[in-house]
């Protein structure tokens, strides 16, 4: 597994260690989103400061942001609505994450990379100009997007897409070294998509050993539960390509939710291929259903579910020993004047479960905590949990229920003290979508699909 990453000034040091009993260790996941379509709501709304104190309180350390495609503001025709796009970034406490993607084919084309390079170029100089070096060189920089994916990212193949790299590489480097006092570039690929292609992780196993550690600083993977719809495939009109249709209702669910431990198996493969390299392991991607339209999803990307399989996901991460998870998306658009199924929040930053759920768990478990995960016990079957504690004694633990059955928990059970707690925070079936607060009993019930955040300083956590 690669080697744990220097913790910032503010969090705790990896000598919090040697002052609990083995079985626990840092914590280096950073919390992170994608803000794409909904970018007008990011930028523009009356109440985006709502989002941005969300987003401040979820932790968020990056948000990815692209430019050449999808229906966000191109830099060249908008420039005004780009650097809104940025400045919320900043406003939310957070760093940008700028993908490059993408140019039309040939990809093969001296020609059409030439081109492409040069816009590159001309973006980073821009943001250099505006921003300045001291703020842009913390910044990171990742070519394309699903380079695998025929419908996103053009079906390239890795020979082209390396030959890409490298000469997009090249152009952010040469502009952007200067600025870094001798530290690294930030930049990074495939974003490959892991989503029911087979051989994504071949995409990462030959880019790190065709790019050295000064032109590559992260690799980006991603991984939906799923791309079929959660409603009969005749209702929604979806191309299945070759796959069979999803088994709908409960087995859907049931399915969906047992995708949760990839995200550790697949963190831990990526992290056995980095080694010891000083590179990052990012989960770039992440949600239930990879589709927009609620009627598709089933609204399970938005849901107590989605919840819950969001907050499973998060921690099969941290047990993986990724660095960070980008959750599509942090705001929702419009589409035919209905929110979309992916934003955790409105365009005026009102939250869904998920976004609650994010906010509780990111309080309670952030980067530089030591975290421990219980041992294997039967009767935490169906229950993800962590546990955490930092420097300044705050003990919390994190218990989500990822099966549609009412769930009890004896706090004494999972050790470490939690049996002093008394008060908990709960988000399940029972709560109508919010986060209420109440005292620790002596069972802990998770009434279905849901979270319970259980510590000594659940009474100053912002649930609202």
């Known amino acids: 597994m690669a080697a744990a990453k220097t913790i910032s000034p503010g969090s705790n040091p990896p000598a919090v260690a040697s002052a609990i009993s083995p079985g626990w260790h840092l914590n280096r996941l950073r919390y992170g989103f994608n803000e794409i379509d909904g970018w007008p709501g990011f930028a523009f709304s009356d109440n985006r400061h709502e989002i941005y104190r969300r987003l401040r309180l ?3 350390e990056v ?34 994450m700028i993908t490059f993607a993408k140019f039309e084919p ?26 300045g070096g001291d703020e842009v060189k913390d910044w990171q920089w990742c070519v394309w997007n699903e380079p695998n994916n025929p419908d996103v990212g053009g079906n390239l193949s890795y020979p082209d897409y390396l030959r890409i790299y490298r000469a997009v590489a090249e152009a952010v480097f040469e502009l952007v070294a200067p600025h870094v006092g001798g530290a690294r570039v930030k930049i990074g690929g495939p974003s490959i998509d892991g989503t029911q292609r087979a051989y994504w992780l071949d995409w990462i196993a030959r880019l790190l050993d065709d790019v050295g550690d000064d032109r590559l600083a992260f690799v980006n993977w991603h991984m939906y539960a799923d791309w079929r719809p959660a409603a009969p495939a005749e209702t929604v009109s979806v191309k299945l390509v070759d796959d069979p249709p999803s088994p709908n209702g409960p087995v859907f669910e049931a399915l969906t939710m047992a995708c949760t431990p990839q995200y550790e198996a697949r963190a831990r493969s990526v992290a056995r291929l980095i080694g010891n390299r000083d590179i990052s392991n990012v989960c770039g991607e992440l949600n239930t259903i990879a589709h927009h339209e609620r009627v598709f999803t089933g609204d399970l990307n938005r849901n107590v579910f989605g919840a819950a399989y969001y907050a499973s996901a998060i921690l099969n991460l941290m047990r993986g020993g990724a660095d960070l998870e980008m959750r599509w998306t942090a705001t929702s658009k419009h589409w035919n004047g209905r929110e979309d199924a992916y934003g955790l929040m409105s365009k005026d930053g009102v939250p869904t479960p998920p976004a609650l759920a994010k906010q509780i768990l990111a309080q309670h478990v952030r980067r530089g905590d030591m975290i421990r995960f219980p041992d294997p016990d039967p009767a935490l079957s169906g229950i993800d949990a962590v546990i955490a504690r930092d420097t300044s004694g705050r003990l919390s633990a994190v218990l989500v229920n990822t099966l549609p059955q009412v769930h009890t928990i004896e706090p004494a059970s999972l050790g470490s003290g939690l049996e002093g707690c008394g008060d908990l925070l709960r988000l399940d079936s029972s709560t109508c979508g919010a986060v209420v607060r109440e005292a620790v009993a002596p069972a802990i019930r998770i009434e279905g699909c849901g979270l319970v955040v259980v510590s000594e300083d659940a009474r100053a956590t912002v649930i609202d």
């Open 63 to 96: 948000v990815r942001l692209f430019v050449f495609d999808k229906p966000v503001p191109c830099p060249f025709k908008n420039w005004r609505c780009f650097a809104a796009v940025v400045d919320g970034v900043l406003a939310s406490g957070a760093k940008p």
């Open 106 to 131: 040939p990809y093969d084309s001296s020609r059409q990379i030439e081109r492409f390079v040069s816009r590159v170029r001309e973006v980073v100089w821009c943001c250099l100009d505006s921003w």
């Open 58 to 60: 979820m932790n968020t």
